[in-house]
């Protein structure tokens, strides 16, 4: 029970990574806001399944509309009684060659991985420092904060920018107890992978390229995003956390 007492938000947390995420905060004793959008049947059920033994609630927002965040960090605060944690896991990815690229899909990118990571990090450290206890904020960036990802420019340019915005959100915010770090998750199997994981070729080529030979999964990502949350992490603010079975130091010797 490492976030026994904490009140929790996970943005994204209708599937995938923010489902395990938020799954695991409530079984370490959180009260929980599973936000989601558009994935409404599994994140109410979740929320259900874990007020059987705690609180929870499961509110619908676009993340990258101010309006929404402020509505749904209000109703946290107003029903579960404060805001301790947020876990920023709500992502788009969409592949498009660079030369094909729309400003359709550039914006609507940019708009949920980046500004979403914007507007929900600054409304809930403003409610974090009104109580005056601290907090935990950490990004889910990926490998490709750091790492190239052909076809997928806009996600890349989100994620790099993100990786920025914590270090300087990290140094804002510890004059308030706030700790900002980032989770870089690799290739993990979860609905974003779908294309990837339906073609044999892709994951025979996919798994070549990381050294533990295997997609990692979305409760091994929560694992790292519980350290940062409790305050084993105490100490441990402005870091990116790599979660990626080594995918990022692959090399092949010839
Ligand atoms: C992307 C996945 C990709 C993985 C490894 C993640 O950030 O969302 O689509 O498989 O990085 O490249």
């Not at 101010?66 to 876990?87: I, P």
């Not at 005056?132 to 920018?161: L, V």
């Amino acid at each position: 029970m490492k976030l026994q007492g904490k009140v929790a938000l996970v943005t994204g947390a209708g599937s995938g990574i923010g489902l395990a995420i938020a799954t695991r905060f409530g079984a370490e004793g959180a009260s929980v806001c599973v936000n989601y959008y558009g994935h409404a049947d599994d994140a109410q059920a979740l929320a259900r399944k874990l007020s059987e033994s705690g609180r929870a609630i499961a509110v619908e927002a676009d993340v990258s509309r101010r309006d929404q965040v402020e509505d749904m960090v209000a109703r946290t605060v107003r029903e579960l009684g404060g805001l301790d944690l947020l876990v920023n896991n709500a992502g788009i990815e969409q592949y498009k060659p660079f030369l094909e690229l729309d400003d359709d899909t550039w914006d609507r990118t940019v708009a949920v991985d980046l500004r979403g990571v914007f507007l929900c990090t600054q409304v809930a450290a403003r409610t974090m420092r009104d109580q005056g206890k601290g907090g935990s904020i950490i990004n889910i960036s990926s490998i490709h904060e750091d790492y190239t990802f052909p076809g997928f420019a806009p996600y890349c340019a989100s994620k790099g920018a993100v990786r920025m915005l914590m270090r300087t959100t990290a140094l804002e915010l510890a004059a308030h107890g706030i700790r900002v770090n980032n989770v870089a998750p690799g290739a993990v199997a979860t609905p974003i992978n779908e294309a990837t994981l339906r073609d044999p070729r892709k994951m025979d080529l996919l798994r070549g390229i990381i050294p533990l030979g295997r997609m990692g999964t979305p409760e091994e990502v929560a694992a790292v995003v519980l350290f940062l949350a409790s305050d084993e992490a105490s100490y441990v603010t402005g870091a990116t956390y790599y979660v990626d079975g080594g995918m990022t130091r692959y090399a092949r010797s010839v």
